[in-house]
């Protein structure tokens, strides 16, 4: 489920509320897996199975975006040869992942 922050969790229909009252009827094996902002509504209701977070910020999460950023641009590179000096490469690295903020959809 993509975006859960986006949806109406005041709403007692809504998707949230459907999660924290069915979730717990589903098979062990079937997993459910939700991106969403750090809303403390969604965390509290979903608190109790114990879900795994990736934060956006996280270490690996920022040098796997990096390397993906840092290839992309070697595939430029190499298809409109530009001669690109390193430090200007790092520059250009260092401004897409600050504008990205850890989101990978930005860099993609």
């Given amino acids: 489920i993509d ?13 949230v509320n459907c999660l924290k009252q ?14 969403s902002r750090p809303e403390h509504e969604i965390k509290t209701a979903l608190a109790r199975y114990k879900p795994v977070c990736i934060d956006c910020d996280e270490r690996n999460n920022l040098g796997d975006i990096r ?13 409109r040869p ?8 790092k520059q250009a690295v260092d401004s897409i992942m600050a504008k990205a903020k850890g989101m990978f959809l930005f860099v993609k």
């Fill in 82 to 89: 530009c001669n690109m000096s390193k430090e200007r490469t």
């Fill in 22 to 35: 069915k979730v717990r009827d589903l098979p062990s094996w079937v997993g459910v897996a939700v991106s």
């Fill in 3 to 15: 975006a859960l922050d986006e949806t109406d969790f005041k709403d007692p229909k809504g998707i």
């Fill in 67 to 79: 390397l993906f950023v840092k290839h992309k641009l070697e595939q430029l590179q190499k298809m």
